[in-house]
């Protein structure tokens, strides 16, 4: 499908919209892009207007190279401008992984303009990630070493790690990657790498609107304690779980379908 462009901060934020129904807007994680959510949430197109777009710096949208850009509140703003510029008021909102954090700010923000909130796999709240060594040095290498140059490097060192992929799934995270310019995505993996969203998780507990939590055990880069607590905290949420993320990559579509039943139990 074609993008459509949106003007936001100074930079063009590539989306498009799919499906008819009630408007359910959602975010993919870093190194992600639009096109991954689509295959996520492509069974509800009967019973939801689905707007994707690529994050800031990532696939079709500007490249940045600014680490400042890449500022949560700005990045949930392009969000604001998806949804100002479809004329939509209200929507069921949602993300993934940095964009579970991109939805849950826009939320904080604007929490009138949020019908549901989606987070996937929270990665980034009131402490660090515990991953943070590791995407400062992915970005390092992706500076160094290029797009394909660090494809070669990163298969070399998980066969040298005793780290197997199934080969579909590395040829699927391939081809996200290369869909980024890589001195943006460099970028945005060293900034991302030091979000720390909150003091605390009490600002949170201020959320009113039905939440629901996907997640899966035993994955440093998107800790399942933290989505523990953020369903603690949240007054709403529910907490559902997923299998490990290379299931994921293979059947994207079980997150679409565990969306729609929680958004079905809350009509």
């Not at 959602?26 to 207007?49: C, K, W």
């Amino acid at each position: 499908m074609n993008p459509f462009y949106v003007e936001s901060d100074g930079l063009k934020i590539a989306a498009e919209t799919f499906g008819v129904g009630e408007p359910l807007i959602f975010a993919h994680g870093l190194t992600g892009n639009r096109h991954a959510i689509r295959r996520q949430f492509e069974s509800l197109a009967d019973r939801y207007r689905l707007v994707i777009f690529d994050q800031r710096g990532h696939c079709d949208s500007s490249p940045v190279i600014d680490p400042a850009l890449y500022a949560p509140a700005r990045m949930a703003d392009d969000m604001r401008a998806v949804l100002d510029h479809l004329k939509i008021d209200r929507a069921i909102v949602g993300g993934e992984s940095m964009g579970a954090a991109t939805a849950l700010i826009f939320a904080l923000k604007y929490p009138q303009r949020v019908e549901k909130l989606l987070l996937t796999a929270p990665a980034f709240g009131d402490s660090f990630n515990p991953n943070r060594q590791g995407l400062q040095e992915m970005g390092d290498n992706v500076r160094r070493l290029g797009i394909e140059g660090f494809l070669i490097f990163n298969a070399a060192e998980r066969q040298r790690l005793g780290l197997k992929w199934p080969a579909d799934v590395a040829e699927i995270v391939a081809n996200l990657l290369r869909s980024h310019d890589a001195a943006s995505l460099a970028t945005a993996l060293r900034a991302v790498a030091d979000w720390h969203l909150f003091t605390d998780l009490s600002d949170v507990a201020k959320l009113k609107c039905p939440v629901c939590i996907l997640a899966w055990e035993n994955d440093p880069l998107h800790p399942f304690d933290l989505a523990r607590r953020l369903a603690a905290t949240l007054p709403t949420a529910q907490l559902k779980m997923l299998p490990p993320l290379p299931a994921i990559f293979q059947t994207p579509q079980v997150v679409g379908e565990l969306y729609k039943i929680f958004l079905e139990e809350r009509l």
